[in-house]
């Protein structure tokens, strides 16, 4: 019998080795324990604003790690509505409209910590209908499975996303990563998440759906994460829609 998780761990902590040994690994570091930041991120995220799926999108959700910074800058400067997790879901998403927020603060605002200034907390009634979904990897497979860091946050995401119907199964789901990231295989557990498209870079990534996606939250499997007050406000919201 396949230890999955342990599988999975010893992949992330290759990864992470590798990126830290040959110097591609870039602040915050060491990257153990992170969604890491890579040399070439930006390159990478270039890739991305040139597809069809980024220029078609009005509204991105994204990941709140540093890697994919410029991917939420981006979608700033190009006037698309921004729904950012927080830090483990602990506050939610944030909202951030570029039209509320002056041109030259799209840089810090895409941070973390201006992301709390120049957006808003929204309530799960206030999120919009997502286009395209940015998320962050650890290592991503031949055949588009993804891993995280280990928490469980980007599947969490989507599937409250997907209970609320911001999301489907057809809704984009893009990552960027250094080739280093790129593996051959990853196990997959019913809640993982696949990717469409990952950019590295040096090239444009595109896999076939291999599974449906989750289509909405795994309650048996949440454990302590039923205690955040997103999950709270989204079991009121089932309560009142079913």
């Not at 602040?27 to 220029?55: C, M, S, T």
């Not at 950012?84 to 944030?94: E, N």
């Not at 910590?113 to 206030?126: K, P, T, W």
């Not at 090239?203 to 939250?217: C, E, H, V």
Request: charged share 30%; with cysteine.
């Amino acid at each position: 019998m396949v230890d999955v998780k342990n599988v999975k761990k010893r992949i992330r902590e290759r990864i992470w080795r590798i990126l830290e040994e040959k110097n591609i690994a870039r602040f915050p570091r060491p990257v153990y324990g992170r969604i890491p930041n890579f040399a070439g991120a930006e390159k990478a995220a270039q890739r991305i604003i040139l597809l069809d799926e980024w220029i078609k999108a009005e509204v991105v959700k994204a990941n709140p790690d540093s890697p994919q910074k410029p991917l939420r800058y981006y979608a700033l400067l190009h006037g698309k509505t921004l729904l950012m997790a927080t830090p483990r879901l602990k506050r939610g998403f944030l909202l951030l409209d570029p039209h509320r927020i002056p041109q030259g603060k799209y840089s810090y605002a895409s941070t973390i910590r201006g992301a709390f200034i120049y957006g808003r907390i929204v309530s799960l009634r206030e999120i919009p209908p997502v286009d395209l979904i940015v998320t962050g990897c650890v290592a991503v497979d031949k055949r588009g499975v993804r891993l995280g860091k280990g928490g469980g946050y980007a599947e969490l995401e989507y599937a409250i996303l997907r209970e609320i119907g911001a999301v489907d199964e057809d809704t984009p789901i893009v990552t960027t990563i250094h080739d280093l990231q790129l593996v051959d295989h990853i196990p997959i557990e019913p809640h993982d998440l696949t990717v469409d498209i990952a950019a590295t870079p040096s090239r444009i990534l595109r896999f076939d759906r291999i599974m449906q996606r989750p289509k909405g939250i795994i309650w048996e499997i949440l454990g302590d994460k039923r205690e955040l007050p997103i999950i709270r406000e989204l079991a009121r919201y089932r309560s009142k829609n079913i």
